[in-house]
């Protein structure tokens, strides 16, 4: 019933910005918190970003200063503004809303199926 949906990937070369979309949709109580994970190529998956639902955000050692999380509560749409990329920030990158469907439920995990970001000259 809950789907999330990335969009804004892209090829940009080291130094540009991108800015990635995260929107859920279908029936939706709440979402506890969003976040954004990347997996490289022959890497584990790795969390980027979180944002709370009180605005709370906290950052991977690897993005801070570059990366900027952001949320739209009234419409469940999450953002990572990418800045100053480089080659090791290539990789596919998956939205995550901890959200639960109506009052009684409980809160589960849900994700997004990723969106490709390349940083290459």
């Known amino acids: 019933q809950v789907q999330l949906e990335e969009s804004g990937g892209g090829l940009v070369q080291p130094g540009g910005s991108l800015r990635l979309s995260c929107a859920a949709s279908?029936?939706?109580?709440?979402?506890?918190?969003m976040a954004w994970y990347r997996q490289a190529p022959g890497k584990e998956r790795e969390w980027v970003a979180t944002v709370t639902s009180g605005g709370d955000t906290n950052y991977a050692d690897s993005v801070k200063g570059r990366f900027t999380i952001s949320r739209e509560n009234t419409v469940n749409a999450a953002f990572l503004q990418m800045n100053s990329l480089k080659p090791e920030d290539t990789a596919v990158y998956y939205c995550n809303a901890i959200l639960k469907v109506n009052s009684n439920s409980v809160y589960r995990l849900y994700w997004g199926r990723g969106a490709q970001v390349t940083v290459s000259s």
């Open positions: 279908g029936i939706i109580f709440s979402i506890n918190a």
